[in-house]
């Protein structure tokens, strides 16, 4: 079992920068990949970016590209989601996932992720 837990959401303006962090606790000792997800107001989940369980290698949904950065202390199992040049369509409430099995080094599908956080509400103003 791995539990899940976000922070760092909240308002911001467009061109604002916001960091989101995940801890995780509980089994597997920090051998999982971790991704970050979210779910814009009346939307479906989707994909955001994912990390590796070494935190090598990294994958971002083309949205988000060059814009935001995940990254993960193993010592401490935290994930981390630097947003930068945030965007109005960036609202949405963002998940972090922790997935044990993954079917590669960064997976991007829901699926994928065995264990899930509430969730964190970033709210981008134009």
């Known amino acids: 079992q791995v539990h899940l837990a976000e922070s760092g959401g909240g308002l911001a303006q467009a061109g604002d920068s916001l960091r989101l962090s995940c801890t995780a606790s509980g089994r597997h000792s920090g051998l999982y990949a971790m991704g970050w997800f979210r779910q814009p107001p009346g939307k479906d989940r989707e994909f955001v970016a994912s990390?590796?369980?070494?935190?090598?290698?990294?994958y971002y949904a083309d949205s988000v590209k060059g814009r935001f950065t995940i990254s993960r202390d193993r010592d401490q199992n935290w994930a981390y989601l630097q947003m930068n040049s945030l965007e109005h369509q960036d609202t949405a409430v963002y998940f972090c996932?922790?997935?044990?099995?993954?079917?590669?080094?960064?997976?991007?599908?829901?699926?994928?992720?065995?264990?899930w956080g509430l969730g964190t509400q970033v709210t981008v103003s134009s």
């Open positions: 996932a922790a997935s044990i099995n993954p079917v590669s080094a960064t997976p991007s599908k829901e699926p994928d992720y065995e264990y």
């Open positions: 990390i590796s369980w070494s935190g090598l290698t990294t």
